[in-house]
């Protein structure tokens, strides 16, 4: 019989992805997903394969009413979240309600649906600013925002609950995300920024000295690093996903303009305050302890994306 899998935020960028890959990998879908930042137009090639179930995590009845109509959801990939860093320093109680309250209602109503698996979205923001590079999972954890630290106290619970409950959970920190569908509204949408930047032939900001690093994983390679985990079992409850390797932000505005045909000739503001300088992840435990690997290299990426954002 066919794996049913819940994915909340299935209708955001990431959501969206590992919806398709899951779609492939013949699952049965559900997405909870209350399209705050999300869209059905992220879904338009997968949504009338999924079952898709429009609510908000942090009303348990909304999350309690999907598994009623859902009693046999085997695995739940949860990725909705307030997921920006700006709105959470203005708002650090309605982050924390999503973020943590509502990690707790899925987490209630996946044990007692006997949900085999959990897996977690966490954050590269739970590191904050290190002096070790690669960040490996053992580093020291140093949230510089209330975003890093609803995403920290939320693996938290989704370990408590693989210790308390029969249940597999996992947590996967991303390190910065970029493909087809981000949307430029995200601070980690530096990417799409600069490839609608370029192909409205606006000249591209780079705050600071563009020396500032960082790790620019694909969405693809992200969403078979979540899917993978489905039924698996492996000793660690936390991994890095990320590419472990690190870019400068100028390094990646010249890779955008070759792939564009266009010149590189960005324009320099201030650096934005709490902006981290340098940032990449270290991926080893997840290569050796899985059959992951990172396929698709920056430029790779880079062409698909911008390809997307051509032909949108
Ligand atoms: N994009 C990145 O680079 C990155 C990096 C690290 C971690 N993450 C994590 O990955 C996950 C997905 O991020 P994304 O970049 O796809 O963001 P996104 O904003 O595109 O996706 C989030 C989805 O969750 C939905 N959502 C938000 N609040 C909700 C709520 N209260 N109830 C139901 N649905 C809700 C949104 O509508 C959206 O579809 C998040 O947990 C984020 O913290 C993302």
Request: proline content about 4%; charged content about 25%; some cysteine.
């Amino acid at each position: 019989m066919m794996k049913k899998v819940l994915v909340t935020g299935g209708a955001g960028f990431i959501g969206s992805h590992v919806v398709d890959m899951l779609l492939k990998i013949k699952m049965n879908v559900v997405i909870l997903d209350n399209l705050s930042t999300g869209t059905l137009k992220n879904l338009d090639s997968s949504l009338d394969e999924v079952s898709f179930c429009e609510g908000c995590i942090t009303h348990m009845e909304a999350v309690q009413n999907v598994f009623q109509l859902h009693p046999d959801i085997d695995h739940v990939i949860h990725l909705a979240a307030q997921s920006k860093v700006g709105p959470s320093l203005e708002n650090p109680g309605a982050d924390a309600g999503v973020n943590i309250t509502g990690t707790i209602n899925l987490l209630e109503c996946s044990r007692k649906a006997n949900v085999r698996t959990f897996i977690y979205a966490s954050s590269a923001a739970v590191y904050g600013e290190t002096s070790v590079l690669p960040i490996k999972e053992q580093h020291e954890v140093n949230p510089l925002s209330p975003y890093g630290v609803s995403k920290l106290a939320a693996e938290e619970y989704v370990k408590t609950y693989g210790r308390l409950y029969d249940m597999e959970v996992k947590c996967l920190r991303f390190a910065n995300v970029y493909g087809p569908r981000q949307s430029a509204a995200t601070e980690s949408g530096v990417i799409t920024i600069f490839i609608e930047d370029l192909i409205n032939g606006k000249r591209p900001v780079i705050f600071g000295d563009g020396l500032q690093t960082r790790d620019f994983i694909f969405v693809k390679d992200v969403s078979r690093a979540v899917c993978q985990w489905i039924d698996e079992k492996s000793d660690s409850f936390v991994y890095n996903v990320s590419s472990g390797e690190e870019t400068s932000i100028e390094e990646l505005l010249k890779v955008i303009c070759e792939s564009t045909g266009q010149d590189y000739s960005p324009r320099f503001e201030k650096e934005r305050p709490g902006d981290i300088k340098r940032s990449y992840l270290d991926n080893v435990s997840l290569c050796r302890e899985s059959s992951w690997t990172v396929d698709v290299p920056l430029n790779k990426g880079l062409e698909e994306t911008i390809d997307y954002y051509r032909k949108k």
